[in-house]
């Protein structure tokens, strides 16, 4: 029988992982190959080009368009400051009555002139940006002018939904109760800078709260989808998460739903707890898929810690698996039967099933499309 491929999430205590740490336009490496990074230790750097105003200048100083350069009082490409005198004419008959300044709007500088239509572009201050290592490990590789490539051993963990961008810090258990919602009243100032885990779901209420509180991040078993549309304000389409102006990262491990975490994650997250971690929220569901992240470097490997056989590809007896479909959306199992005879499903179609048993002990058939595999 052939290898049946399904898509996983990956949740394992000790693993490679490389991240590439790429700039937006090409720029400055200012680091070096076998330096030890911090996850805020910035890695390159460049400067997005400003935005571009363009004022009709030749209009405002009733000139024509051959003269503005007579006009002008600052050189193309030279820098000035916001409400700086760019262009001023000579008043009534050259008298200075009437005199007619136009000011930079921005700091910024004159990108050109033009003596046929009589505008003058501006182009605003460059933006500076730096691209940090985000994960604590060691550099090996740069590509010149570009970035570098960041690589440890570590934790990690990929849940299946996420909002909010790249954050670090301490690992904070919410409750020891896995089966317990976060509530606001188990955010408190001490959770400031903080990663708070909870084993269930989280609240509208207490995402703001946590947000006010200044918490990095919330890493959660589930989200009631009408919390997550009331706390950002809108729905979430398709396309890529990550880049929402909020300053808590949102990280969901098993689904929508009052759904709790996998007990395996949740063991793996109490037993790191005090740990520093990096997470991101950023989620992509169609082509180029994207998970979000947890990832805690661990420079040797966990006491006790043997490598685990590496199965062959794809699903197997035993393969741990999340169902993904109504009716048993969100719970775990493992794979204890594969027949590869076509099944005729509830909408009388066929399709290839499998035998899940849950973690209560019940048993049900399940399409194989309706599964992701656990993997680590």
Known sequence: ???????GLKVTEYTHIKKSRILPLKGNVVVEVGQKVRPDDVVARTELPGSVDQISVSNLLGCDPDDL????????????????VIAQNNGFLGTGIFRTSVKMPFEGSVESVSTVTGNVLLRAKPIPVEITAYIEGEVTEIIPDEGVIVEADASFIQGIFGVGGERFGEIVIASE??????EEDLIHDSHRGKILVCGRRVTAGAFRKAMDNGVKAIVAGGIDDRDLRDFLGYDIGVAITGSENIETTLIITEGFGEIPMAQGTFNLLKKYKGRSASVNGATQIRAGVIRPEIVIAQPEPPE???????????????????????????????????PPELQVLESESKARVLKVRFEDGSEAMVPRANVEMIEG
């Not at 029988?1 to 898509?7: E, F, L, N, S």
């Not at 590496?310 to 794979?335: A, D, H, M």
């Open 1 to 7: 029988m052939g290898h049946i491929y399904t898509p």
């Open 69 to 84: 350069p007579i006009f002008m009082r600052v050189e193309t490409g030279e820098s000035v400051e916001a409400g700086t």
């Open 177 to 182: 109760d896995r089966l317990k919602d976060l």
């Open 304 to 338: 006790g810690f043997t490598e685990p056989v590496k199965s062959k590809l794809g699903l197997n007896l035993g393969s741990v698996v999340r169902v993904i479909r109504y009716p048993y959306f969100g719970q775990l199992g493992e794979v204890v039967a594969l």
